[in-house]
């Protein structure tokens, strides 16, 4: 392994021990490389893949969290996503909606770009922006123990968390889910119960 | 007839008819009696937002979890939208929204002109139906129509909210 992603997770083991066992939790990945991870992870209806909408991964997972209250909801996006959205860290954090769950998958690089360095590598701490922001429970995962604990507390949380896995930056092959976003809506939806 | 000061209450009435459970907002002088109307009903979700964008990502999650929702904004907002806007269309999410115009009748302030003036095209070119009210009296007419193409047809819609019907913005006191 090399110097960087030495005492990294590997993105992929990262997720699918997220979901392995998800009981009824409602995942929402950001653009790019968490949308391919949570593919690769095993499809599911109660996956809305964001295709696009760069920075709207948390954004689109408070409007879900907010409907529905009875339910767990966890955003997994990369460093570069949620830099792009980091008002909405703000605009979530005095809401507090206690289902919710924003997971940053953090490499330090923009991986679907060509792995040119983000702002988190030069620095910027985005588990310490969440707790600015109002977030009471900002985990640091860094290794097999901590992950295995936070798949557990994915299933009861019970206020809003933020979550930082280091991930290594690497670039698995890409497995890519469906892209019809009618469909993704309605199937997701149905699965709810809700009319497609 | 609708006086000026009740137009607000006549939005505020069009989004309790249509079930809207969640208004995103970027706090705006014409839209504060609308916003008050909001933080004071204990049926809808206020979202204040940090920038008018994340309120369309809101809509789209608020639709997944089976609630409706609405973006009030100014029209400076409707810029920094215009790549959110891809998520409500690639998805046909229904979207609406009621915008206070700036940089049109009476403005003051010459930097509220160049997003202000093209709103309208911008907007249409995002395909959302555009209606807009000039006096009070044409704003439950244009806010009901738009409830019913975002709601009805699943697709976006703005309500354009004439500077007239806001009045000058007091510059100095």
């Known amino acids: 392994m090399d110097p960087v992603s030495e005492g990294r997770l590997e993105r992929r083991a990262a997720m699918a021990a997220l979901v392995k066992d998800r009981g009824d939790l409602l995942v929402v990945?950001?653009?790019?490389?968490?949308?391919?991870?949570?593919?690769?992870?095993?499809?599911?209806?109660?996956?809305?893949?964001?295709?696009?909408?760069?920075g709207g991964a948390a954004m689109v997972g408070l409007g879900l969290a907010l409907a529905q209250p009875?339910?767990?909801?966890?955003?997994?996006?990369?460093?570069?996503?949620m830099l792009m959205g980091l008002g909405s860290l703000a605009t979530i954090g005095i809401q507090r909606p206690a289902n919710l769950a924003i997971i940053v998958f953090d490499?330090?690089?923009?991986?679907?770009?060509?792995?040119?360095?983000?702002?988190?590598?030069?620095?910027?701490?985005?588990?310490?922006?969440?707790?600015?922001?109002?977030?009471?429970?900002?985990?640091?995962?860094r290794d097999e123990t901590a992950l295995t604990d936070l798949a557990?507390?994915?299933?009861?949380?019970?206020?809003?968390?933020?979550?930082?896995?280091?991930?290594?930056?690497?670039?698995?092959?890409?497995?890519?889910?469906?892209?019809?976003?009618?469909?993704?809506?309605?199937?997701?939806?149905?699965?709810?119960?809700?009319?497609? | 007839m609708s006086t000026a000061i009740e137009w607000p209450d006549r939005l505020f009435a069009a989004l309790q008819r249509a079930d809207?459970?969640?208004?995103?907002?970027?706090?705006?002088?014409?839209?504060?009696?609308?916003?008050?109307?909001?933080?004071?009903?204990?049926?809808?979700?206020?979202v204040a937002l940090t920038t008018e964008e994340e309120g369309v990502a809101l809509a789209a999650?608020?639709?997944?979890?089976g609630q409706r929702a609405a973006l009030l904004m100014q029209s400076s907002g409707?810029?920094?939208?215009i790549n959110m806007f891809s998520l409500a269309r690639t998805c046909r999410f229904p979207l609406l929204m009621f915008i206070t115009m700036r940089g049109e009748w009476e403005e003051f302030n010459p930097w509220?002109?160049?997003?202000?003036?093209?709103?309208?095209?911008?907007?249409?070119?995002?395909?959302?139906?555009?209606?807009r009210a000039r006096k009070p009296d044409e704003v439950e007419g244009a806010a009901e129509r738009a409830v019913q193409t975002v709601f009805g047809d699943e697709r976006i819609a703005a309500v354009l909210l004439s500077q007239e019907l806001i009045g000058k913005k007091v510059w100095t006191k």
């Not at chain 1, 490389?33 to 964001?50: P, V």
């Not at chain 2, 969640?22 to 009696?33: E, F, K, L």
């Not at chain 2, 409707?78 to 939208?81: A, L, S, T």
């Not at chain 2, 002109?113 to 555009?130: F, H, N, W």
Request: net charge negative.
């Open chain 2, 78 to 81: 409707v810029g920094n939208c």
């Open chain 2, 20 to 46: 809207v459970r969640q208004v995103g907002y970027v706090p705006d002088a014409g839209h504060s009696r609308l916003i008050e109307r909001c933080r004071a009903d204990a049926d809808i979700r206020d």
């Open chain 1, 70 to 81: 009875g339910r767990r909801v966890a955003v997994v996006t990369g460093d570069g996503e």
């Open chain 1, 29 to 54: 990945p950001g653009l790019g490389s968490t949308t391919w991870d949570l593919a690769a992870a095993g499809d599911d209806d109660r996956n809305f893949y964001l295709w696009g909408a760069m």
């Open chain 2, 61 to 65: 999650g608020a639709w997944l979890g």
């Open chain 2, 112 to 131: 509220q002109v160049p997003m202000g003036s093209i709103v309208d095209p911008v907007l249409k070119l995002c395909e959302a139906e555009v209606y």
């Open chain 1, 107 to 141: 490499n330090g690089v923009y991986g679907e770009t060509g792995m040119q360095p983000s702002h988190t590598q030069g620095g910027v701490d985005l588990a310490s922006i969440a707790a600015g922001c109002g977030f009471r429970t900002c985990l640091d995962v």
């Open chain 1, 152 to 196: 557990g507390r994915l299933k009861t949380f019970s206020e809003m968390l933020f979550v930082r896995v280091q991930i290594a930056p690497e670039e698995p092959p890409r497995v890519l889910p469906l892209r019809d976003g009618i469909e993704l809506k309605n199937r997701f939806r149905a699965a709810l119960g809700l009319k497609a």
